[in-house]
C-alpha cells in the first residue's frame, strides 16, 4: 500500500516584518518580535435524538469562523501603529515637523476609533543549508485595533503589546497567505 506524500512542508521561523495597509498607503516596522493569533468562531450547539437511551440520530455541531485576535508584541513605542489602532493625534515639533513632541489619543467620549485596515504578517522559510528561500506573507482583512494601554518596569524596555480584532467581510477569506522572494524594502 503507498499513501501519497504532501506536495510541500513549510518551515518558517521569525517575525521579519509587519506592515498595515490603510487605505492607499502601506507603512512598516520590523521591530515586532511575536504575533499571536486566535480564532474567533460562533458555535451552533449539535442536536441529537435519544430514544429510550439509544442515540438514533444527529446533526453535528457547526463552527464558524468569524475573524481572529491577534496579538502583536513590539519592542518599541510606534505612534504611527497606535494611531490607526486607536485614533488621537501625533504632536510634532513646530519648528522641526520631523521630530515627534507626543501622542494623544482620542478624547474621552470621542467617536475616532481608529482606521481599518489590513495586517501583513512576513516570517521567513528556511532551507536545511540554514538559507533563506522565501518569505511567508499572512495577510489579515478587515483589521480594527483595542485601545492601548503601556506600563513600565524598572531595568526593563518597554515592549507593547497591541490587539488587533480581524473580521473578514462576506465572501472575503479571514486570512490568505502567499509567498514572496523578499521583503518589502522600508524606506524613511
Known amino acids: 500500500m503507498s499513501v501519497r506524500k504532501s506536495k510541500a512542508e513549510i518551515a518558517t521561523i521569525d517575525c521579519e516584518l509587519v506592515t498595515i495597509q490603510v487605505d492607499n498607503d502601506e507603512f512598516g516596522f520590523d521591530t515586532a518580535n511575536q504575533i499571536e493569533v486566535e480564532p474567533q468562531t460562533e458555535e451552533e450547539d449539535a442536536v441529537k435524538l435519544v430514544v429510550k437511551g439509544k442515540l438514533r440520530a444527529q446533526k453535528k455541531k457547526q463552527v464558524t469562523i468569524t475573524g481572529h485576535q491577534i496579538t502583536l508584541h513590539d519592542n518599541v513605542f510606534n ?12 504632536v510634532y515639533d513646530q519648528q522641526d515637523p520631523t521630530k515627534i513632541k507626543g501622542y494623544n489619543p482620542p478624547a474621552a467620549g470621542s467617536n475616532d476609533k481608529g482606521s481599518v ?5 512576513y516570517t521567513a522559510q528556511y532551507n536545511a543549508a540554514g538559507q533563506i528561500v522565501q518569505y511567508e506573507k499572512t495577510s489579515y482583512p478587515g483589521c480594527t485595533g483595542q485601545p492601548v494601554a503601556f506600563g513600565s518596569e524598572d531595568n526593563a524596555f518597554r515592549a ?6 480581524s473580521a473578514p467581510d462576506t465572501g472575503e ?3 490568505q ?7 518589502p524594502e522600508l524606506v524613511g
Open 173 to 175: 477569506y479571514p486570512y
Open 117 to 121: 485596515f489590513v495586517l501583513n504578517v
Open 79 to 90: 505612534p504611527d501603529l497606535v494611531l490607526v489602532l486607536q485614533g488621537g493625534a501625533i
Open 160 to 165: 507593547p503589546e497591541y490587539v488587533i480584532d
Open 177 to 183: 497567505i502567499t509567498y514572496v522572494d523578499s521583503l
